[in-house]
Nanobody
């Protein structure tokens, strides 16, 4: 399974960016697609996830109201619309997919089977 993430870049505080993650190869059909991020010197952390069938979404508290995750099932693609960006959003963002992910594990990177290569988001103040 190959995931391709794109859309990162340099932004100023208050700007918006949209990340995309597509499943390019493989017959794997996830039930959840998610975004994690890792800032320099920090551990990887959960950002948002979406159930591919129902569209139910989950967010870490610090991005609620600013980030929106969405999916396009026919394209096997998930998006992360990020608004009102803050310098603390600076990180490498990774998309991940998993099957059989239960709600209590949504925020755990161990629940996901495949990962994209990461895309860097840098937010300046």
């Amino acid at each position: 399974v190959q995931l391709q993430a794109s859309g990162g870049g340099l932004a100023q505080a208050g700007d918006s960016l949209r990340l995309s993650c597509a499943i390019l190869e493989g017959t794997f059909r996830p039930n959840v697609m998610a975004w994690f991020r890792q800032a320099p010197g920090q551990e990887r952390e959960f950002v948002a996830a979406i159930r591919m069938n129902s569209g139910i979404s989950y967010y870490r508290d610090s991005v609620k109201g600013r980030f929106t995750i969405s999916r396009d099932n026919p394209k096997n693609t998930v998006y992360l619309q990020m608004k009102s960006l803050k310098p603390e959003d600076t990180a490498v963002y990774y998309c991940a997919v998993g099957s059989g992910v239960i709600t209590s594990s949504i925020g755990s990177d161990r629940a996901y089977s495949y990962w994209g290569q990461g895309t860097l988001v840098t937010v300046s103040s």
